[in-house]
Structure formats: structure tokens, C-alpha cells
């Protein structure tokens, strides 16, 4: 089992841009830079077995949780535990697949079993992965 966490907002997926002549990737410097976070806890060589994906995305609340005046770092009772707002979250766990592919696993499709989660953090937000052998 591997188990690690990136600091700093989850992000998503963004759309290839593809034209006459050139393809974009617009997420490219945001995945090296995950990447780069997280390259110290890759296996010797890429996994090549089926794998279990856990992964937890914590976003920071917004100001509206919280009361006002002197109740303003008490959360609000009807303050949501689970994020739906955008970015979605398969976009999210494709930034994280595409991001590890190649240096943890040898391809996407040695993942056969995803569980992943959006919520609210009233810490620091981040991104958790747990990669599992099956």
C-alpha cells in the first residue's frame, strides 16, 4: 500500500485543446507539479497489477459556513460536509490518474476499483491518495 498527500486546492482536469498543427495541454505544468510533490513515494518500477485507488478531495470552506460578527470562525449547524460545487469529480480523479500514470502504474487501465470523495476541510485543503494492490 502507498499512501501520500499533495497540499494545496484539488484540481481538475482541463479539456486538451487540439488544432491544425498543434495539441495543447493545458493541465501539463499542474500535473508535473503534483507529480514532483509526490515523486519521493513511487515504487521502484510502475505497478503493473491491478490497483485500488482511494482518493480524498478537501476544499476550503467558504466564508458563508461561518456566522458573522463575533461568530465568525463558528461554523454554521447547516454548514454541508460534502463539496458539490464544480470542479466535478471525475475530472478531479483524472488530474490524479494522469498526473501518476507512467511512475506509479504503468497505464490507467491497471486501475480497477476507484473510491473517491469531495469535502470540506476547515484545515488545509488537499489532495489524499491510497493506492491499494488487489
Not at 486538451?16 to 499542474?30: A, L, Q, V
Not at 465568525?72 to 490524479?96: C, E, G, Q, W
Amino acid at each position: 500500500m502507498i499512501s501520500f498527500e499533495v497540499l494545496g486546492e484539488p484540481k481538475a482536469l482541463k479539456r486538451h485543446r487540439m488544432g491544425k498543427g498543434f495539441n495543447y495541454d493545458p493541465s501539463k505544468n499542474d500535473k508535473s507539479d503534483f507529480l514532483w510533490q509526490v515523486k519521493k513515494n513511487a515504487p521502484p518500477a510502475p505497478l503493473d497489477r491491478p490497483i485500488h485507488l482511494k482518493i480524498t478531495f478537501s476544499f476550503p470552506r467558504p466564508k458563508s459556513h461561518y456566522g458573522t460578527g463575533k461568530n465568525s470562525t463558528v461554523l454554521k449547524a447547516t454548514a454541508p460536509i460534502y463539496h458539490t460545487a464544480r470542479p466535478d469529480i471525475d475530472n478531479l480523479i483524472k488530474f490524479v490518474c494522469d498526473a501518476l500514470n507512467t511512475v506509479y502504474w504503468k497505464d490507467d487501465s491497471c486501475i480497477c476499483l476507484t473510491e473517491a470523495l469531495k469535502v470540506y476541510t476547515d484545515g488545509t485543503p488537499k489532495t489524499e491518495v491510497e493506492i491499494i494492490t488487489l
